[in-house]
T-cell receptor, first 114, second 112 residues
């Protein structure tokens, strides 16, 4: 069975602080995909990134960066110099290769205070 | 514009009154899926469809029906809604061979 744990239920930071959202996953599969989605207060789910299990290279996109470590089964998400617009619920998710079932964590609510 | 659309976006209904939430995608995706989102539980899959006329249960299928008669549409049917089906519902789609799912805007359902 697969499982995704986002231990941080809610985080509050002051604008311009850096913040890291943790994601730990469990799977017995060797090929899988990891995702991060953002859900702003308006409610839609916005795709941020996909990583496959063979690619442990960290990725940076503007103020966003992702650290994938298979040794610790983690796929953490860092926002540098946070902004109020980053306030949202962030979901980490796992997909087994060839599967039709995306397993989500319970989400981390990030509040960025001006 | 490539997108997944859902209708209605908001719905208030009463227990037992049949309803349908529509989902449509214009990306020619083979795979479509329905999720529900509840506080503290994250998103859970209700049903999915690998292609036309091919559907299967997800984690929480009880009380729901689906059909996939056309590739672009995947309606979610609640034959006899109950208050525990009050939730935020998302439809998603993706192309076979690609792993990223794209989500619709969500439908907020309140069953009284």
């Amino acid at each position: 069975a697969q499982k995704v744990t986002q231990a941080q239920t809610e985080i509050s930071v002051v604008e311009k602080e850096d913040v890291t959202l943790d994601c730990v996953y469990e799977t017995r599969d060797t090929t899988y995909y990891l995702f991060w989605y953002k859900q702003p207060p308006s409610g839609e789910l916005v795709f941020l990134i996909r990583r496959n299990s063979f690619d442990e290279q960290n990725e940076i996109s503007g103020r966003y960066s992702w650290n994938f470590q298979k040794s610790t089964s983690s796929f953490n998400f860092t926002i540098t110099a946070s902004q109020v617009v980053d306030s949202a619920v962030y979901f980490c998710a796992l997909l087994k290769a060839g599967s039709y079932q995306l397993t989500f964590g319970k989400g981390t609510k990030l509040s960025v205070i001006p | 514009e490539a997108q997944v659309t859902q209708n209605p976006r908001y719905l208030i209904t009463v227990t037992g009154k049949k309803l349908t939430v529509t989902c449509s995608q214009n990306m020619n995706h083979e795979y479509m899926s329905w999720y529900r989102q509840d506080p503290g539980l994250g998103l859970r899959q209700i049903y999915y469809s690998m292609n036309v006329e091919v559907t299967d249960k997800g984690d929480v299928p009880e009380g729901y029906k689906v059909s996939r008669k056309e590739k672009r549409n995947f309606p979610l049917i609640l034959e006899s809604p109950s208050p525990n089906q009050t939730s935020l519902y998302f439809c998603a789609s993706r192309r076979t061979g690609q792993e990223t799912q794209y989500f619709g805007p969500g439908t907020r359902l309140l069953v009284l």
